[in-house]
């Protein structure tokens, strides 16, 4: 469950809320009654909707990548906010648009080699310098080589080099954030915890040297 509340239908007055709701979830209450038709949990929108503004700036934004004006790639974008959501460790934002790829035909053999493109022969050219963009926003916090902007210049117009920086520093952040907040497939246990010590070991300087024995 996410670590915040999430608002049922009934406390619902905001219209845009109202409207996602129903798009959604139909008539049932989508706290009692939970699910999408992508098999998610649906719990994103139920606590987005604490905030019914934010709400609406968050679902417009998703229209943003969208929009009739956008000049770049889809399956190039897609790309990017993929590659995101593995980057920050999102199940949710990779998983949810690994799911885009394929319903823009992407190879499986390039969905599966996300993760590990560096070392995948799937990928052309400007796959890989998109990628390697990718990873200068999300792993590298926007610390970007020249050589990576030169590359990108060479099949990108501004326009689409600033479309594609927008777009997937978009889902960098909601990564964070469902992760933060334990939403939808980010509902999970940190995988990084202590394992513990064989029975009877003595929490010393494992390292140094035996003691001699007496």
Excluded at 33 to 59: E, M, S
Excluded at 65 to 80: F, Q, T
Excluded at 125 to 134: I, K
Excluded at 198 to 213: H, T
Aim: glycine fraction near 6%; charged fraction near 25%; hydrophobic fraction near 40%.
């Amino acid at each position: 469950m996410p670590v915040l509340r999430q608002v049922p239908r009934a406390e619902v007055t905001n219209d845009t809320v109202l409207a996602y709701y129903n798009r959604l979830f139909g008539d049932r209450d989508p706290v009692a009654q939970p699910g999408t038709a992508t098999g998610t949990p649906g719990d994103w929108w139920t606590v987005f909707a604490l905030a019914p503004d934010i709400f609406k700036h968050a679902v417009d934004g998703f229209a943003v990548y969208r929009h009739p004006d956008r000049k770049i790639d889809p399956v190039l974008r897609e790309l990017g906010q993929t590659r995101a959501g593995w980057v920050k460790g999102s199940q949710f934002v990779f998983s949810q648009h690994c799911k885009s790829l394929r319903g823009l035909g992407v190879s499986k053999e390039k969905i599966a080699a996300v993760p590990h493109w560096t070392v995948a022969d799937c990928y052309n050219d400007t796959e890989r310098a998109v990628l390697a963009y990718a990873d200068c926003l999300s792993q590298a916090g926007g610390r970007v080589p020249t050589a990576v902007f030169d590359k990108l210049k060479t099949f990108w117009t501004d326009e689409e080099i600033f479309e594609f920086t927008y777009i997937t520093c978009l889902y960098d952040m909601h990564a964070v954030i469902t992760r933060a907040l334990r939403m939808e497939f980010d509902d999970r246990a940190d995988p990084i915890t202590e394992v513990a010590a064989p029975e009877g070991f003595v929490a010393a300087d494992f390292l140094s040297a035996p003691k001699p024995k007496q």
